[in-house]
Nanobody, 121 residues
Framework: QVQLVESGGGLVQPGGSLRLSCAAS????????MGWYRQAPGKQRELVAI???????NYADSVKGRFTISRDNAKNTMYLQMNSLKPEDTAVYYC???????????????WGQGTQVTVSS
């Protein structure tokens, strides 16, 4: 079994910062790409940032220059440093990872349970 657990969400004032973490655990053989997604009330889930196993990154235009995605392959953990936060960044943030389990010969996508980020004064 594989689990993704997010942490680091909370309430922050506009202009503030938060750092999200996503830790993968379980019977993991290899992790391919990992990504952060978010879903605001009444809106569809959208991609925020993605990072490959080789640490190539890509960002949504709305967060470029403010958010930084990174990963620690030794810890099977991904991070999202969020700076200059705006009220429109308010959403539930989810992590996703493309993982090959120890007993499998293929990769599958796994999702975390989500962490709430609220940007408000």
């Amino acid at each position: 079994q594989v689990q993704l657990v997010e942490s680091g969400g909370g309430l922050v004032q506009p202009g503030g910062s938060l750092r999200l973490s996503c830790a993968a655990s379980g019977s993991i053989f290899s992790i391919n790409a990992m990504g952060w997604y978010r879903q605001a009330p009444g809106k569809q889930r959208e991609l925020v940032a993605i990072i490959t196993s080789g640490s190539t990154t890509n960002y949504a235009d709305s967060v470029k220059g403010r958010f930084t995605i990174s990963r620690d392959n030794a810890k099977n953990t991904m991070y999202l440093q969020m700076n200059s936060l705006k009220p429109e960044d308010t959403a539930v943030y989810y992590c996703k990872a493309n993982i090959r389990r120890g007993v499998a010969y293929y990769f599958s996508d796994y999702w975390g349970q989500g962490t709430q980020v609220t940007v408000s004064s």
